[in-house]
């Protein structure tokens, strides 16, 4: 299993990591598969009793199958490592969110100018209509 280093890796030599990751796993994963169905079969002939040779193979069988485990795990892990790398090395992909919202943003700030202005219109307006009326009533 690769191990990750201190120093960032170029963007070629982390996707060959990530292949040769990939193509070991899936190797292993099938060569103890393999190994399994073989020795399921019970075709071996050796100089060993029958209940010892079964305990060999089942012993062997946990192994093989523990193995197809921790392939299947690293699988997981590198699918993991991949997806981390795409979201934080996918810059034109945030370039374009950061645009995108920066639109809406300035959008939303014309139109709540726009609301604003109109607010301060209509309550100038209003507020000259009751002034008159203050002024000009008996009331005062």
């Known amino acids: 299993m690769a191990t ?17 990751r990939l193509k070991d796993d899936v190797k292993s994963m099938l060569e103890n598969f393999e190994e399994i169905i073989k020795l399921a079969k019970g075709e071996n002939d050796s100089q060993l009793s ?41 810059f034109p992909s945030v370039n374009d969110a950061i645009i995108q919202n920066g639109k809406l943003f300035r959008t939303k700030q014309v139109e709540c100018d726009q609301k604003l ?22 009331y005062k």
């Open 50 to 90: 029958r209940m010892t040779q079964c305990e060999q193979d089942t012993y062997e069988m946990h192994v093989r199958a523990a193995n197809i485990v921790r392939a299947g795990e690293s699988l997981m892990k590198l699918v993991s490592d991949i997806k981390q790398y795409l979201i934080l090395n996918d």
């Open 4 to 20: 990750q280093r201190a120093l960032p890796q170029s963007k070629e030599a982390l996707l060959k990591s990530y292949t040769t």
């Open 117 to 138: 202005a109109s607010l301060r219109d209509d309550m100038a307006a209003d507020l000259y209509d009751l002034e008159e009326e203050y002024y000009t009533s008996i």
